[in-house]
């Protein structure tokens, strides 16, 4: 993926739209995990759009004056999705088991992350 218009910048998108983006990327990365990651390389691509909108956003501003606690949340995500994308380029090295669980652990954190600030 070129980072192009759907990771690109996010300093002046409003934060709602972002998260948007963020979860349309999510329930693509979930398509693979549907598909038994059928397409390490293109759920992999995803996982890498996903890392790099969630990190994209640190830098916009409301992000900048939410609490530490979401700050820390939207970067464990991206943590998360950067993990899941090194894991999906290891196949078939990597157990489809092994990349479920850490599929699992980024959608927990998206969830948690959405009960307590989505508004």
């Not at 218009?5 to 934060?15: C, I, Q």
């Not at 693509?28 to 994209?56: M, T």
């Not at 999906?88 to 307590?116: N, R």
Request: proline share 3%; glycine share 8%; aromatic share 4%.
């Amino acid at each position: 993926m070129n980072g192009g218009a759907a990771t690109g910048p996010v300093r002046s998108e409003s934060l709602k739209s972002a998260m948007r983006r963020a979860d349309k990327l999510l329930d693509s990365v979930l398509d693979g995990k549907v598909d038994s990651w059928s397409k390490p390389a293109e759920h992999a691509g995803k996982a890498k759009e996903l890392e790099e909108l969630l990190r994209g956003l640190m830098t916009n501003q409301r992000v900048k004056e939410k609490s530490e606690d979401f700050r820390t949340m939207l970067e464990g995500s991206a943590t998360h999705a950067g993990e899941l994308r090194a894991l999906l380029l290891q196949l078939p090295k990597a157990e489809a088991k092994t990349i479920d669980g850490k599929f699992e652990k980024l959608a927990a954190s998206c969830e948690e992350c959405h009960a307590k600030y989505k508004d």
